[in-house]
């Protein structure tokens, strides 16, 4: 911590030091805290698009869709040198988040039951998930242990590079998400009172699907699948907040993601330091006994 | 269509494609009240749907006025015409409050925040419809009665100049029964609300209604009146019922009767 103060007001003239926390702690914890806060608006997004209190990028297989995508893409370009940039690994994301995404929708027009729709979604994340497995058992040795740490999840190995392009992208959807509270808040009545009052229904579908989408997308080209975040942040922050109006958990969500992965960041990189574990161990242990929590809470 | 506020043209209803209801001619002027009435699966909820345009229309035209309704802008049909469906609302943490505000939502800015005169409106509202008291309680935790008069309040809240009502009696205890039909009256005599709904109680159809529209197979079976559609036996034919099952209970028998007159 002292050190940390030093560099800020420019007394610290050790050059390790400053590189370490200029090149490797910032990027990183910038990027913690803006995909945490995307993780986050990603699964309150989808919570209120099923109208189902358990859905979230992970649990929907849409995490799992994107990173197959990804993995298969990363293999394909490694494999003939091409180096692969982080606006195509997010293309490559969304394009995996979308076919997750096409695949639950047309699962939930044939059932409607809830649980269902979240079995389905796991589902999907499993055969997802065995895929990239496959595809990564069969990668060359010198990407195998960069996919295998990033298919697992870990914010390690952010550059400003990467932090930039994810700032540009989180923030224009989280712009036009807040832009999108009235309507949502219209939805919460469900299909016919929101049509009622002049909600166009399928645009607003529509624009639901992809922003998620393009969230998790985002989440996933950069830090790989990260579970219970999106369920578990937007729950308790409604519990804090007392509301469930968009305009004021929209911008919560997103700061308590922030947070929320940000303290789980730390975990992972202290418990076991050196070894760092994979953040979805961390978030598991905080994120799984609030899904818990909220499934008993609620009436059958 | 001239004089009528409220018309269609050659309607036909249903759903997935399947016709429920064909050629359907309604005309009402502004302060009318119809009432739906039919036997169970006669399709009044689906013709309640498809006025609202929350079913698409299998054939004919909506008008309002003059105004085809499938050419209106959802924004200004929410100006004109609210609704109250049966469908079980499901919300958390939501105030009756906040649930009958949500009325104001076509009148609000990009970000739904009402203005001094919305919250105006609101409270006022809820004086109107007797629910203030219910004001601060969770909507989720009300009962079902209670939450079809917060639902009423939140269609009159929308300042409609229709409003159409599938079955919005069947929670409600005698006397609010009574005082939501009293709220209509008045609201069609103060503003020229225009009210479409479907009822069970065929006493209350009967007592308020300007118009009656019998629901049976795939043609309206009769529009008119009430003194037009409560006469001779045609309310046991509505429903399939024969005076011969009821000979043997005087009481049952005497009801039945009585149900299918009516009395000026």
Redesign the interface.
């Known amino acids: 911590m002292p050190d940390v103060a030093r560099i800020f007001s420019g007394q610290e003239s050790n050059e390790t030091v400053t590189r370490i926390l200029w090149d490797i702690r910032f990027p990183r914890a910038t990027a913690v805290l803006i995909l945490g806060g995307a993780l986050s608006l990603a699964g309150y997004l989808l919570q209120t698009f099923f109208n189902n209190p358990i859905a979230g990028p992970f649990v929907l297989g849409i995490s799992s869709g994107a990173k197959m995508v990804v993995a298969l893409v990363m293999v394909f370009l490694m494999g003939r040198g091409i180096r692969v940039t982080s606006a195509s690994m997010i293309f490559a994301a969304f394009i995996g988040a979308m076919l997750s995404m096409g695949f639950v929708l047309l699962m939930s027009h044939r059932i409607h039951n809830m649980s269902m729709l979240v079995v389905s979604g796991v589902m999907i994340g499993y055969i997802c998930s065995a895929v990239t497995e496959l595809v990564v058992t069969f990668a060359d040795d010198a990407d195998i242990v960069n996919l295998h740490n990033w298919s697992r999840g870990s914010f390690s190995g952010m550059t400003w590079e990467s932090v930039k392009v994810m700032t540009v992208v989180v923030a224009a959807t989280f712009l036009a998400v807040f832009l999108m509270s009235k309507p949502l808040g219209a939805y919460q009545l469900g299909d016919a009172y929101a049509r009622n009052v002049g909600v166009n229904l399928q645009l607003l579908r529509v624009c639901i699907v992809i922003f998620s989408s393009i969230l998790s997308a985002c989440i996933v080209a950069f830090a790989g699948p990260i579970s219970f975040v999106g369920i578990a942040v937007p729950q308790l922050v409604k519990k804090l907040l007392n509301t469930t109006e968009p305009i004021l958990m929209i911008p919560a969500c997103f700061v308590g993601g922030s947070a929320f992965c940000l303290f789980c960041d730390l975990l992972a990189k202290t418990i076991l330091a050196p070894t760092e574990l994979s953040i979805s161990t961390v978030t598991a242990i905080f994120g799984a006994p609030v899904v818990l929590w909220i499934i008993k809470g609620r009436k059958a | 269509m001239k004089n009528y506020y409220f018309s269609t043209k050659k309607m036909c209803v249903g759903y997935d494609n399947k016709l429920l209801i064909k050629d359907m001619e309604i005309k009402l002027r502004e302060g009318e009240i119809l009432c739906l009435i039919g036997p169970n699966g006669a399709g009044k909820s689906t013709v309640l ?1 498809s006025i ?3 079913l698409g229309l299998l054939g004919g035209t909506v008008y309002l006025g003059e105004d085809d309704l499938s050419e209106m ?7 004109r ?3 109250v ?1 049966t ?1 079980k ?6 105030s009756c409050r906040d649930m009958v505000a ?2 104001r ?2 009148y ?1 800015g ?4 009402l203005s001094e005169e919305d919250e105006l409106i609101v409270d006022e509202v809820m004086e109107l419809t007797h629910i203030t008291d219910l004001s601060e309680k969770d909507f989720d935790k009300i009962s079902d009665g209670q939450k079809q008069r917060v639902m009423l309040a ?1 269609a009159i809240c ?1 300042e409609p100049e229709i409003v159409v009502l599938d079955e919005p009696t069947s929670y409600l205890d005698i006397k609010y029964k009574l005082e939501f039909l009293l709220l209509l009256q008045e609201m069609r005599e103060k503003r020229g609300l225009t009210v479409i709904m479907s009822l069970h109680e065929l006493e209350l159809a009967k007592i308020v209604s300007d118009k009656i529209l019998c629901l049976k197979g795939e043609y309206v079976e009769r529009y008119g009146t009430p003194e037009e559609i409560f006469e001779s036996d045609f309310i046991e034919l509505l429903f399939d019922m024969n005076e011969k099952d009821f000979i043997g209970n005087e009481r049952l028998h005497a009801y039945m009767k009585q149900i299918g007159k009516y009395e000026r």
Not at chain 2, 110 to 113: A, C, T, V
């Open positions: 749907k609202a345009g929350q802008k959802a924004e200004e049909l929410a100006k015409m609210s609704v469906f469908e609302v499901r919300v958390e943490l939501k949500t009325g939502y076509p609000t990009w970000f739904g925040i939140r929308q």
